[in-house]
């Protein structure tokens, strides 16, 4: 029932990827993007990381997907279509994207039947390394879970001890206080961004047809 | 439902997402391709945080979704940041074309 559900909401996140990807209406591409975040956040909450389903619904869907449909909306008319690629590029994209695929199928199937991936023998180099060792200990303490999760046995992470894990010092604190910098910079960068722009073409276009309008006017 | 599982979706969205960063000449068409290359990683975060990794390693669920909420941040960050250039860039030039976009070319 479970993979059934699972191999259904694949071929429908896959099916509006492909649409996203292929639309040559522009607002139509940007809905079907937004069905690929909405499949995703329900992928993730079948893996049972409900925190990262809402956070990707309410930040991905609630904050960038509407920043994305404005975007369409005041760059491009609804009905417009975007020219196709050319064969050629196509046939490139199609290539490389082949390639790709085909190198991480391969990847993904290794590591699904537990084959070590590299590694080895990275451990056995390590041994005599002091400052390998002294990294392999630094990450070891990052990666010792702080609050024990309440099931043990399975692995899924409470709200609870998501929280105290973002807010320890041995946990993620530094870079939870450094993404709240990240955001304001580029709050501040995309205001003064779009506002510059904006700014220097209406001075350098509308200022132009004033002062031509006015001249107009004297002669 | 599997690593493996997982893991072929994801690589099969990252593909695709690549193949539409190659193909498309609208600025916002190629940034929303980004956008599914990003959910592929994430969606491979996750997976691993659930059924762990090689060598029966098992997974930390909480790193994995944690590492998941910075990178949507970060995502969130940067379209903020792209989609204001789109914005600045079509009131300047009226169209969207990567290939005319060579402004900081020497």
Known sequence: MRDSFFYALCAVLLGFAGLTVLARNLFRAALALLGVLLCTAVLFLLLQAELVALAQVMVYIG??????????????????KMPSPTPLKAAVGVAVAAVMLAFMADLALRVGHGEPIGGTREAEAMDGDPAALAMDKLLESIRRPVVKPVGDGTNIASLKSL????????GFLVP??????????????????????????????????????GQGGSA | M?????????????????????????????LMSMELMVNAALINFIAFARFGG?????????AGSLFVLFSIAVTAAEMALALAIVIAVHRQRKHLDIRDLDGLHG
Do not use: W
């Open chain 1, 163 to 170: 929280g105290a894990r973002l807010l320890d010092p041995q």
């Open chain 2, 54 to 62: 090689a060598q029966g390693r098992s997974g930390d669920a909480e």
């Open chain 1, 176 to 213: 939870f206080e450094l993404i709240s910098v990240l955001l304001l910079a580029a709050m501040v960068g995309a205001i003064a961004v779009a506002r510059h722009g904006g700014a220097v073409s209406q001075t350098a276009g509308g200022g132009g047809a004033a002062r031509g309008k």
């Open chain 1, 63 to 80: 904050g960038v997907m509407i920043f994305v449909l404005y975007a369409v909306l005041l760059t491009s008319e609804l009905g417009g």
């Open chain 2, 2 to 30: 599997s690593l493996t599982g997982c893991l072929l979706l994801s690589a099969a969205l990252f593909a695709i997402g690549a193949y539409g960063l190659m193909t498309r000449r609208n600025m916002i068409a190629a």
